[in-house]
């Protein structure tokens, strides 16, 4: 078993930036890629970010050259810097994690834990 938590949200203004952080613990040796999502309200939960174990990464295309993703894989942890904030990013923030795969999955029916979420608001 793998527990995932999630810190770093909060509230910021919009083209400000904020840093999330998931660390991993249980068996976190197991995992090979790890994932950020959002959902936000009466919206489906969607991609931001996706780290597989070989080192490739995929994000989505709203947030592309503004998020990036990175992992400390002796710490079990992942990392999404987010810049220049906008309105827009405003969702509950959610890591995700994979113990069977070898790429940067997109599709969150590939990953077996999640996190509770973070908050993260950005006012305009």
């Known amino acids: 078993q793998v527990q995932l938590v999630e810190s770093g949200g909060g509230l910021v203004q919009a083209g400000g930036s904020l840093r999330l952080s998931c660390a991993a613990s249980g068996r976190f040796f197991s995992i090979k890629g790890m994932g950020w999502y959002r959902q936000a309200p009466a919206k489906q939960r969607e991609l931001v970010a996706a780290?597989?174990?070989?080192?490739?990464?995929n994000y989505a295309d709203s947030v592309k050259g503004r998020f990036t993703i990175s992992r400390d894989n002796a710490r079990g942890t992942v990392y999404l810097q987010m810049d220049s904030l906008e309105p827009e990013d405003t969702a509950v923030y959610y890591c995700a994690a994979e113990v069977h795969g070898s790429t940067a999955y997109r599709d969150r029916d590939q990953y077996d834990y999640w996190g509770q979420g973070t908050q993260v608001t950005v006012s305009s």
């Open positions: 780290s597989g174990s070989g080192g490739m990464s």
